[in-house]
């Protein structure tokens, strides 16, 4: 009889999740300052410190600009830092976004996305988080609990090797607050896939640096040069990262997931958990109508993996991208569908491509609005903008 | 002069050595320099506490000007001096002229 070896599962929310991670990745110095619906991450965190299972230092700030700054002059001293905030806390820790992307500090930040004010919404989109696409950060977009304890370990090894903060991000409540089943890896384990790699210069006594100097006209862009192709090697590093913890752990995602997509005629392009489940439902449901259906969705948001889109891309006749955000007075108003016309625009591609909006502010995406999708798609190919399942 | 690429700069913009500045020379803005005629100078001090930069340098010696001797001198350091032209005005004796920099 072969004995098969039993792993360790528990049933966790995706905010509880990226804390078990956190605690495998064995970190330093977490902040935090609490924001619906990113809190019980941290709840769990103080608890693990609190129980000696975790030995971090545990910092409570008065703001997220302040939660963010104090990982960054941890992360500075070569710590291991962890922040996770949402909607208006991402925002109001917005300059020191930059900051930490431009100091080259690898920072890692739990984000379950949530929509902005006003009104006020507690509820889940992404708005949050693709304001801060233009940041240097890098920026995963994940679709499970089991994703996102995985992306968080691989996170902090990608941010670690190319000196970027990494932002993991998911749901608001569709994914930080329901249930699954997640496997955990041993810990020790993740240690080792972990060693850290203090940067080249840290803020010590024995050896004084300075960081955040000025830099008149004459430096600046070289800075921001270094930026850009820090973003560039995190793409190549990104996939690397991801099969190596494939090959040790067993569970690799690759940068873009692809579902039925060899053969599909009619794709649909999207982020995030709830419209990746629905997504794929409806896709099967297309296909027993006789629609060749399929589903692409950006694991990697930034850097953003254009060959990997425009390869999956490659067979379909034509696409539609749901964003669950809105980019008020863009040409197109979906963020995604923005650099995926980019992309194509870039590689001499033309293809009807349609930009639905769905899922604003937790607007509930039905299975049915996202199959109704694939026969716009088939019957009425074009490019424009739907609003779909707003009362206009 | 060139300056280094963007490649070969520390990542972050990290000044990887403490006192980096003493080597830079931050003159390269300056338009107008002050020179010290020395036979009007009356050693009143009030450059060296008026230059905002610390630029004036006060040295010690015998100094014979004329039939006058002093134990101290007053000289401008070029490498530094941004050429704002403060002592010039605040010298009481119109000791110090701003003359137009050549290259």
Known sequence: ?392 | MTLPKATQLPIGAVIPEPGSTRKNITAGWRTLRPVINDERCIRCQLCWLYCPEGTIVEKRGVFKVGNRTYDVKYEINYDYCKGCGICANECPTKAIEMVPETT
């Open chain 1, 1 to 392: 009889m072969q004995i098969q070896e039993v792993k360790h599962k528990e049933a966790l929310t995706s905010n509880y999740a990226v804390a078990y991670a956190v605690k495998a990745a064995d970190v330093d110095v977490i902040a935090v300052y609490p924001i619906t619906p990113q809190t019980t991450i941290v709840e769990k965190l103080a608890e693990f410190v609190a129980n000696g299972e975790l030995n971090a230092e545990l910092i409570h700030v008065e703001s997220e600009h302040s939660a963010l700054s104090a990982v960054v002059g941890a992360s500075a001293t070569g710590a291991r830092v962890f922040t996770a905030t949402s909607s208006q806390g991402l925002e109001y820790a917005h300059e020191i976004l930059h900051i930490a992307s431009a100091l080259r500090l690898p920072i890692v930040m739990a984000v379950p996305a949530r929509a902005l004010s006003a009104p006020i919404s507690i509820h889940g989109d992404y708005s949050d988080v693709m304001n801060a696409r233009d940041t240097g950060w890098v920026i995963y977009i994940v679709a499970s609990a089991q994703e996102a304890y995985d992306t968080i370990i691989q996170a902090y090894r990608l941010a670690e090797s190319v000196y970027l903060p990494v932002m993991v991000a998911y749901d608001g409540f569709l994914m930080s607050h329901t249930v699954e089943p997640v496997e955990l890896n041993d810990e020790s384990e993740v240690r080792k896939f972990l060693p850290r790699q203090i940067r080249p210069y840290t803020l010590n006594p024995k050896r004084p640096v300075t960081m955040g100097p000025l830099a008149s006209p004459d430096w600046y862009y070289e800075f921001k040069y270094q930026q850009v192709l820090a973003l560039r090697e995190a793409y190549k590093v990104a996939k690397e990262v991801d099969v190596a913890y494939g090959s040790k752990f067993g569970r690799s995602y690759g940068v873009v997931e692809t579902y039925k997509i060899e053969d599909a005629d009619y794709a649909l392009v999207t982020y995030g958990g709830a419209a990746y489940g629905n997504a794929r439902i409806a896709a099967d449901r297309a296909r027993e109508k006789g629609i060749a259906a399929g589903v692409i969705r950006v694991r990697l948001y930034r850097p953003f993996p254009t060959l990997e889109i425009l390869k999956a891309l490659e067979g379909v006749k034509a696409f539609a991208v749901v964003d669950r955000a809105i980019m008020f007075g863009s040409p197109a108003e979906g963020p995604l569908y923005k650099d995926i016309a980019t992309a194509m625009y870039m590689n001499g591609i033309d293809k009807p491509a349609i930009n639905i909006i769905h899922g604003i502010g937790q607007r509930t995406i039905y299975v049915e609005d996202l199959y109704k999708v694939y026969t716009m798609l088939k019957d009425r190919p074009g490019k424009e903008v739907v609003f779909m399942g707003v009362r206009i």
